[in-house]
């Protein structure tokens, strides 16, 4: 038996140590929490998109009385660019949360679906998707999908 170990790489970021676009984007994440549907939940998320192209699509998370009709914030995002711009791959996600008080502290997490979802995009367009976690407390940046889901299920696990 050999022991192995993942180590990931993620900077933990203040917000004045930000590049403008990544400011922007996180920017546009906060506002589009302000269209998140939850009803149930009471808990509001916001994503934006960057689209290769500077382009910007957000989406925010859409609940449902029958629950797992609903759709969290970053799919919806995500669907959305496909579904409009298949041609661009996307850049990067900024993902922000705010509970029925205010905006997350610490930095949102993903759920493991969604992750899924990011990884495919690295797939389809053959490069990092860049992941801006945001929190009150500070940001966490993730280069690639890959160091928030190793072992990740894609298209070439079911070719060799
Ligand atoms: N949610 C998101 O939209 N994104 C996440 O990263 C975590 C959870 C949504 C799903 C549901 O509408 C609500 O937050 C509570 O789980």
Redesign the pocket.
């Known amino acids: 038996m050999s022991k192995l170990k993942i180590e990931i790489d993620y900077d933990f970021c203040q917000w004045s140590e930000l590049t403008e676009q990544d400011k922007q984007l996180i920017k546009h994440a906060k506002e589009a929490v302000r269209n ?1 549907y ?1 009803n ?2 009471h ?1 509001h ?1 916001g ?1 934006a998109l960057q689209l290769h192209d500077g382009r910007i699509v957000i989406g ?4 449902n009385a029958a629950f797992p009709s ?5 799919r ?1 995002a995500i669907f959305a660019a496909q579904s409009q711009a298949p041609e661009q791959a996307i850049d990067a996600i900024a ?1 922000a ?1 705010h509970n029925e008080e205010a905006f997350l502290n610490d930095p ?4 493991g679906a ?1 992750r899924q979802v990011m990884l495919e995009m690295e797939d389809r367009y053959k490069q990092n998707l860049r992941v801006l976690l945001y929190g009150t407390a500070g940001i966490y940046v993730f280069k690639s999908v890959k160091d928030l889901m190793p072992f990740a299920f894609v298209d070439e696990n079911m070719r060799k």
């Open positions: 998140s939850a149930y939940s808990f998320v994503a925010a998370n859409q609940e609903g759709l969290c914030a970053e919806a993902v949360a949102i997490s993903p759920c969604c």
